[in-house]
């Protein structure tokens, strides 16, 4: 069964420092999303992308973050200038197409910033 | 603003009895509701939606979810609670003003006890 997968399963950096958290959403899914999750909180959203754009995005998503589909398969959340605060547990999402509403999540990745 | 409330932190439950996590939501216009479980160090997977149709959904793994309009109610049900069932069960509505994010629940621990 095709799942989503992301990479790395944890990454630890320095506050300041500006990472890259890689997902490969399903093959033919066409809607792509972030989700973040601090410890002991509730999962929120952070973004949505479709067509290659941000189709919304939560307050959350500042001008520290941006999104990316560098080519077919692969769906990026970036990080510029790391804070402590953004220390949590990252989930990629995808679905079909506008006309399913289940959303697949991928194994997530945790963030610790130091 | 719509909403998802779990108002259960933690259900403890004997293997082999029923089991009900609770769900409640407020939204404006028709609910899409739905529930994910989280196993430990594991992404969010899928259980069980409804949309429109049938009050009572049936998901995976023996899961079950009765939509109740009046009561603005999604509780999740088992007939007979398996130890293995032990996880975080999260519900979601979808925002339908905003395009198909997911709002969530806080989380439920269900702990199923031989």
Redesign the interface.
Known sequence: EPEVTQTPSHQVTQMGQEVILRCVPISNHLYFYWYRQILGQKVEFLVSFYNNEISEKSEIFDDQFSVERPDGSNFTLKIRSTKLEDSAMYFCASKEDPSTDTQYFGPGTRLTVL | AQSVAQPEDQVNVAEGNPLTVKCTYSVSGNP?L?W?VQYP??????LL?Y?TGDNLVKGSYGFEAEFNKSQTSFHLKKPSALVSDSALY?C?V??IE??????????TKLIIKP
């Open positions: 899409y739905f994910y160090n594991r992404g969010l997977q899928f939606k949309i999260f979601a979808r925002d905003s395009n198909y994010q997911l709002i969530w629940g806080a989380g």
